[in-house]
């Protein structure tokens, strides 16, 4: 084949020529095939411009060439860099035209067949995903090219094997044509990342079948049909059905849901093939408004999952897939929406194996159009609609016997157009058994739901009452957001009020958090790499870190609140009653799998324990469970009942007793600390003693605690803004980080008024204040001592025009060192006023950098909600009222100032000079945390408002000179 020119083949907007029909993929038969992942030659070049295809003769001396693992990206491997973008396209939008200066990969692979590869038949070469298009040869001769980079292509190459000494030649471009619609929130990341095989056809084998097993709720009865290109039998020992390909056979069965996932196996035999089945019988309808399975509506408690590996990018091995799908499970996590791609196809073989619904997504969007009013986007030009109906066809004929794959989905953020129209048509005549979905589509026209990004929860609740308006059939249609709560660094915020609504209105049927993993690359010295990392000319920076899981894939913060918000079992009560009320929130399983058991807890203690007999309810059932009587010598103090759901044995994704839910119900009160003022102030020579502390005279500063030093004690308003504080530039809200700064919250300044030594307190009286501006706060400290505690009252008050929340408000300090860390109070683990979900009031103990929570970008991070007393440094600290506890070996400027986790260096100074090992944070309030980094602010209940306050708290030291 000879062009014009070099990107003659590259910006041809065609799908690509020479590749053989789409057909169903599946992970063995007893058909022949050879693995070509491994050690490839490989050269990079700087453009497309020389179109020497020489490197794919038979003879050619590639002796010089770099290895290179594949499948794998180049860029990772050491040759180029990765591109980071939103959705700016990193090229000129001329479509459908690409730079010369286009990094170019020529791979070769140099293989033997083995000795007993089987004569006969037919031979194909298969791709399973290349980035961003591939020109293949096979022996000298070209096979043929294609774009589409998540998709299968699959190549006539029997006729051209050899025994020996086989050359498989590939050229790979980083843009094309195709890279127009491939504009996803992603890393632009050329090369071979998916599987390459050689798959033997023998003569009679099955050039593609389709599995069609329904399910009717009302007789318990799945009706099977495989249709095949060939004759052959479909035989499922299980069901007794032995029947020929293409005749329908109905049985009593057990239906297939993500949370009954039953599978049958079988198998298709033809003449020259035995293709194994995995048979799930459900029914996928909309039915009253709603999306049904089986009868029952659906509630997606889901995540948005790009494909990734720190090190690996998207060169995922089944284990880390299967990895995902495990995690997934065992935090309640119960859907997937494949953006914005169809995934590896194992992926899809795992999630019918646990069960998890899954939208299957078209690798398709051309966000990039946005920037110019959707101008030659190409989903409404004619010329691209053959390529987009073949992506179209290409996903559903791949993945089209997967029981867990609901929903198709046409793409993601690619505008509006014939194009779209073109594919929904085309898939509701091959597969009418799925739903359509596509969130671009607000009049629904070519959809069969309403979907929607980031709405805010007023929005939702108005479209769950039906009260939103639109097109009346958008309005008789299923609402599921298909993203929300932004993961992005310390959040997501308002996943609980979101929940709230989800379940209490029917048309509302869930959503999609964004999303399940950071991508951040692993980095020798950064840790993770995000956008801008590597020099890239436009890059959006961490945007691209905005997942559930951090990049070694430890569940964050996020990712416990998610599990604990949309647990299926709930926990209610009032220990005044002696019962609890207990929920079934599944959609279709009872609660005969899980154990319930009981803890009496004592000031986070617990004092006994044992089971709960709970009835096993169906789903939406609901029960009042006798608590036991308090146990008998129960000491005195603030006592709750904890409550868990258990596997009640192990399963396929999680051991005995893993927790699925639980809920603690209080029975009393806490104790408030009490300190009588008895202790008299006592000057001395520069000094101040009360009780246990030595104040500086002239600034009434507190020094010593006991024999604990204590450096730079004030008031603090100020945080290391989160990625949700700044917000996203396009956001309607005012960004909180934005206004703090400009404001100057973040280099408060602090006046002294007044020392003034009482008959029995130490007053101080200040006033904090930004530069350049008249606004401020007033803040007094009382100090009271009764010999051996020391309690410090803080009243604030605002003064000015203050139209802005505050970061936080509570008092900061340094301590010369601390390590352990021991609390009762919210944990274990991080928690704000509207990520607090899944924070249990416990005992808790941890170390000063176990409390830090590794963001990628550095932010604020590891406050410990409702804290009733700490320990550390060899101070003992108790809260009226409880408070949030913060502690960490860099001040919070340290923290602001950092790009990556790297930069962080413990013992930050402090202001004035001075140093301090641990510097310790104890709140009275912190302002939300929201998902505005591209969603919503936090609601209005839990920003942090500037208004007078007063809050208080006792110190005494603990056994030791140093640490608790």
Known sequence: MSFRHANDYVEDVSPGSGALPPRAWYAGSDARSLSLKGSWRFRLSPTADAEDDS?????????????????????????????????????????????????????????????????????????????????????????????????????????????????????????????????QDQWWLPGIFRDVTLLHRPVGSVPDFFVHASYDHLTGTGTLRVDSGVPGRVTVPDLGID????????????????????????????EGERVPLRIGFRTVELSDGLIKVNGRPLLFKGVNRHEWHPGRGRALDLETMREDVLLMKRHNINAVRTSHYPPHPAFLDLCDEYGLWVIDECDLETHGFT??????????????????????????????????VVVWSLGNEAGTGRGLTAMAKWIRGRDASRLIHYEGDHNCRDTDLYSRMYAGHAEVERIGRGLDGGPRGRRELPFVLCEYAHAMGNGPGG?????????????????FVWEWIDHGIAHPELGYAYGGDFGEELHDGNFVCDGLLFPDRQPSPGLLEFKKVIEPVSVTGDAADGTVRVTNKYDFAGLSALAFTWSYEVEGEPVESGTLAVPALAPGESAEVKLPAVPAGAPAGESHWTIRAVLASDTAWAPRNHVVAWGQIPVSERRVPYVAATARPAPGDGAISLGPAVFDARTGALRTVGEVPVTGLRLDVWRATTDNDDGAAWQGDPRHGLLWRSLGLHRMRHRVDAVEVGEDALTVRTRVAPAARELGLSAVYRWTSDGDRLRLTVSTCPEGEWTVPLPRLGIRFGLPAADRVHWYGGGPGEAYPDTRQAASVGRWRSTVDGMQTPYVRPQENGARIDVRWAELGGLRIEGDPAFFLTARRWTTEQLDAAAHRTDLVPGAAAGGGSTAGVWVNLDHGQHGIGSQSCGPAPLPRYRLKAEPAEFSFVFSTTPGTGES
């Not at 590639?62 to 290895?67: F, G, L």
């Not at 860099?81 to 791979?107: C, K, M, S």
């Not at 390909?245 to 599978?263: C, N, S, Y």
């Open 371 to 404: 920037e110019q009013g959707w101008r030659d986007n190409p989903v409404d030009d004619d010329r691209w609609t053959p390529a987009l109906l073949d992506r179209a066809a290409r996903m559903v004929e791949r993945d089209k016997n997967h029981p867990s």
């Open 243 to 270: 029947v020929a390909a293409g005749e329908p056979v109905t049985v009593p069965a057990e239906p297939w849901t993500a949370e009954t996932p039953r599978l049958y196996d079988g198998v298709l035999a033809a």
């Open 55 to 183: 490197f794919a003769r038979t003879d050619y001396d590639a002796a010089d060439w770099a290895d290179i693992s594949v499948p794998g990206h180049w860029v990772l491997q050491g040759h180029g860099a990765p591109i980071y973008t939103n959705h700016l396209y990193p090229f000129p939008v001329d479509p459908p035209r690409v730079p010369t200066e286009n990094p170019t990969g020529d791979h070769l692979r140099f293989f033997d067949l083995p000795a007993d590869w089987p004569a006969g038949g037919e031979t194909v070469l298969r791709f399973d995903g290349v980035e961003s298009c591939a020109r293949i040869w096979l022996n000298g001769t070209e096979l043929g090219e294609f774009k589409g980079s998540r998709l299968p292509h699959e190549f006539a190459a029997g006729r051209l094997l050899q025994p020996r000494g086989n050359v498989l030649a590939v050229r790979v471009h980083q843009w094309s044509a195709g890279s127009y619609l491939e504009d």
């Open 495 to 511: 996943l609980a009020d979101y929940q709230r609504l989800f379940e209490r209105h029917g048309r509302l049927q869930g959503g």
